[in-house]
């Protein structure tokens, strides 16, 4: 009885894989999607809003004014791009907001739907526009490639054998919320923080490039800051963003083989 229940059970989890499958952006990567979209965005919404309600906003209005000055910019090479590869459809419901909070952390994050908040302890190694450009489009791409979706997704059929997100949501909102917060990079505040597989990583700099490059900042400059962040990685206590991004010489080394791609986008006119 057991047995064909685990049985039940696994052909469940396989049929839930094969019906919910989606395609990376750029990469045409096949990805487990079991989540509807319209239940992220709505989840990220109300994440979102709960954030910033218990977080402090900068009141440096110069460093508020560049993180939505560079989101902005950012928002709409993503917007061009997906137009260009008639996949606009893909970004439908997104409400695009950058939100600059004050806080020692060295972290910067983007759930579903384009809600980005950057974290002031970041700005010391981001040190400019371009740096920050390459954080935020770095963060971006993760949501564009619905890499959060995907985390949430494994995370769901590891603990809970691919229930349904709404009975899970229902039974455990406690452990559906913690599955959230650290699959898009907020680990710290439930306590694990899982880094973004390496796959996932590639990807967010292969994207990110793009779109740092057509909102006009150098990408050669997203080298300089990765080698920065690497720096930090001896620290007593390694920044919150290095724990989800682990930077290594492959890493920085793939970056460096991707420039010429992401420097034809950087050339042309806007
Ligand atoms: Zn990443």
Redesign the pocket.
């Known amino acids: 009885m057991k047995a064909s229940r685990n049985c039940i059970r696994i052909v469940g989890a396989l049929f839930l894989f094969l019906v919910s499958c989606s395609t990376v952006p750029i990469t045409g990567r096949t990805q487990l999607d079991l989540i509807p979209g319209s239940t992220m965005l709505a989840m990220s919404f109300q994440e979102y809003n709960e954030f910033l309600k218990s977080h402090k906003l900068s009141t440096n209005p110069e460093q508020t004014q560049m993180v939505k000055r560079v989101g902005e910019r950012i928002q709409r090479a993503v917007e061009q791009y997906f137009a260009q590869n008639q996949s606009s459809h893909e970004l439908d419901g997104y409400g695009w907001e950058f939100n600059l909070v004050e806080s020692d952390e060295v972290n910067a994050w983007c759930m579903s739907g384009g809600k980005v908040v950057v974290y002031t302890g970041i700005l010391a190694i981001t040190q400019n526009e371009a740096g920050l450009a390459t954080v935020m489009g770095?963060?971006i791409a993760?949501a564009v490639a619905k890499h959060g979706n995907e985390r949430m997704s494994q995370g769901l059929l590891a603990q809970m054998g691919g229930t349904a997100l709404s009975v899970a949501l229902a039974q455990k909102p406690q452990q559906t919320r913690g599955l959230w917060m650290t699959a898009f990079g907020l680990g710290a505040e439930v306590g694990v923080l899982l880094p973004?597989s390496r796959l996932?990583?590639t990807e967010?700099?292969h994207l990110g490039l793009i779109f740092m490059a057509m909102a006009g900042y150098d990408p050669n400059k997203a080298v300089d800051f990765w080698q920065r962040m690497s720096e930090k990685k001896g620290a007593k206590s390694p920044p919150e963003f290095l724990s989800?991004?682990p930077t290594d010489e492959t890493r920085i080394r793939k970056i460096k083989a991707l420039l010429p791609e992401a420097m034809q986008y950087y050339a042309r006119p806007r």
């Open positions: 770095h963060e993760h973004y996932q990583e967010a700099d989800t991004h």
